[in-house]
């Protein structure tokens, strides 16, 4: 079955940088593009970005443009989300989500189990 | 990009039906066949519920069912039952590989 696997929890001071992965298994990793997706303690969902991981192709919410770097091992079946210049309202859980094959498709039919990062001074 | 807009909550008995809105524009929820829905219970991952405006994914209920007309997609949840005591989320394509969620909903069962 599908398995989407996060690292762990992330404490981090305002202006340094994460980057939390999210390895992939049960599937063939290129077929499915992959998302990310935040959510602040008691706040909704929030979008971040996509990538393709056969060819490695990005997009990104206009709010994380210039701060968010998305990448794939696709000798390990890893997708990583680094977000740089953290600040507090950037504490949040971190979703990786999948199972579309084509990148304008809403079908997320698999989550990883979140990954929570604190930025704290 | 504005998230998109839902009722803050929503509640009814069980057995009832009730109804979800999500209201875009015509730049996302109007133009375009890709809304889906996502359940989410409390310090857990959202589920896919509904994508592409109505379609379920296996092992959905068929007590949820979607729709959409104009820039406003629906989400109804029939024959409510405790377990569907949850938030609700929205989520519309944008366009150039992007996406947008709704504000998300409340769903309380009396």
């Known amino acids: 079955q599908v398995q989407l696997v996060q690292s762990g929890a992330e404490v981090k001071r305002p202006g340094a940088s994460v980057r939390v992965s999210c390895k992939a298994s049960g599937y063939t990793f290129t077929r499915y593009y992959m998302h990310w997706v935040r959510q602040a303690p008691g706040q909704g969902l929030e979008w971040m970005g996509i990538?393709?991981?056969?060819?490695?192709?990005?997009g990104y919410a206009q709010k994380f443009q210039g701060r968010v770097t998305m990448t794939r091992d696709r000798s390990t079946s890893t997708v990583y989300m680094e977000l740089s210049s953290l600040r507090s309202e950037d504490t949040a859980v971190y979703y990786c989500?999948?199972?579309?094959?084509?990148?304008?498709?809403?079908?997320?039919?698999?989550w990883g189990q979140g990954t929570l990062v604190t930025v704290s001074s | 990009q504005s998230a998109l807009t839902q009722p803050a909550s929503v509640s009814g008995s069980p057995g009832q039906s009730i109804t979800i809105s999500c209201t875009g524009t015509?730049?996302?929820?109007?133009?375009?066949?890709?809304v889906s829905w996502y359940q989410q219970y409390p310090g857990k991952a959202p589920k896919l519920m509904i994508y592409?405006?109505?379609k379920r994914p296996s092992g959905v209920s068929n007590r949820f069912s979607g729709s959409k007309s104009g820039n406003t997609a629906s989400l109804t949840i029939s024959g409510l039952q405790a377990e569907d005591e949850a938030d609700y989320y929205c989520?519309?394509?944008?366009?150039?590989?992007?996406?947008?969620f709704g504000t998300g909903t409340m769903v309380t069962v009396l």
């Open positions: 015509s730049s996302d929820v109007g133009s375009y066949n890709l």
């Open positions: 989500a999948s199972g579309a094959d084509y990148d304008s498709s809403g079908y997320w039919v698999d």
């Open positions: 990538i393709n991981p056969s060819g490695g192709s990005t």
């Open positions: 592409e405006v109505s």
């Open positions: 989520c519309s394509y944008l366009g150039s590989s992007t996406f947008v």
